[in-house]
T-cell receptor, first 112, second 113 residues
Framework: QKEVEQNSGPLSVPEGAIASLNCTYS??????FFWYRQYSGKSPELIMF????GDKEDGRFTAQLNKASQYVSLLIRDSQPSDSATYLC????????????FGQGTRLTINP | DVKVTQSSRYLVKRTGEKVFLECVQD?????MFWYRQDPGLGLRLIYF???????EKGDIPEGYSVSREKKERFSLILESASTNQTSMYLC????????????FGPGTRLTVL
């Protein structure tokens, strides 16, 4: 079993709809969870992090964490064409360096 | 402004050559990381460093070594490049444990012929 699995893409969503990206992880000791966005030809940039069970909202983005189910998701409301990118989930171990383990990414396309 | 720079955007080398990829950060971060990114495989950690002269193997260290002589600079070395090391290489840095974000450099696309 892979350490992190993301829902297979590509994912295509009409403009204005909600895009839902999902990720499961196998390490029950994971403490921190991250969503990165990567535009084509660019490097990843952090958009959300979440540590506690429940929802965390930042503008149009909501991260949801369920540690019992080992599941983290990212919802993008009112999707815009500029949201078209690859989204990478990652989880971090504890400790100073906080090494991250990344999923393989889900490519999202928002259709005008 | 946060800045992680990498020495080359594109690099073409021949099999057997020794290759140096350089990464510099200006944020006084303790932690630095080298990843490679391949289609369908996501980012995989090669090596990381949590202090000057300190290094730890990541998930795929075979065929690579690293050097961190100064806090701001972290070098990835391919001792004898092979075609299966053709990839996008990404460097990242991060501050202390209480800080969440890893900041990535622009990446180096390495082709080994």
């Amino acid at each position: 079993q892979k350490e992190v699995e993301q829902n297979s893409g590509p994912l295509s969503v009409p403009e204005g709809a909600i895009a839902s990206l999902n990720c499961t992880y196998s390490d029950r000791g994971s403490q921190s969870f991250f969503w990165y966005r990567q535009y084509s030809g660019k490097s990843p940039e952090l958009i959300m992090f979440i540590y506690s069970n429940g929802d965390k909202e930042d503008g149009r983005f909501t991260a949801q964490l369920n540690k019992a189910s080992q599941y983290v998701s990212l919802l993008i409301r009112d999707s815009q064409p500029s949201d078209s990118a690859t989204y990478l989930c990652a989880f971090g171990n504890t400790g100073g360096a906080q090494k991250l383990v990344f999923g393989q990414g889900t490519r999202l396309t928002i259709n005008p | 402004d946060v800045k992680v720079t990498q020495s080359s955007r594109y690099l073409v080398k021949r099999t057997g050559e020794k290759v140096f990829l350089e990464c510099v950060q200006d944020m006084d971060h303790e932690n630095m990381f080298w990843y490679r990114q391949d289609p369908g495989l996501g980012l995989r950690l090669i090596y990381f460093s949590y202090d000057v002269k300190m290094k730890e193997k990541g998930d795929i260290p075979e065929g690579y070594s690293v050097s961190r002589e100064k806090k701001e600079r972290f070098s990835l070395i391919l001792e004898s490049a092979s075609t299966n090391q053709t990839s996008m290489y990404l460097c990242a840095s991060k501050g202390l444990a209480g800080e969440n974000e890893q900041f990535f450099g622009p990446g180096t696309r390495l082709t080994v012929l």
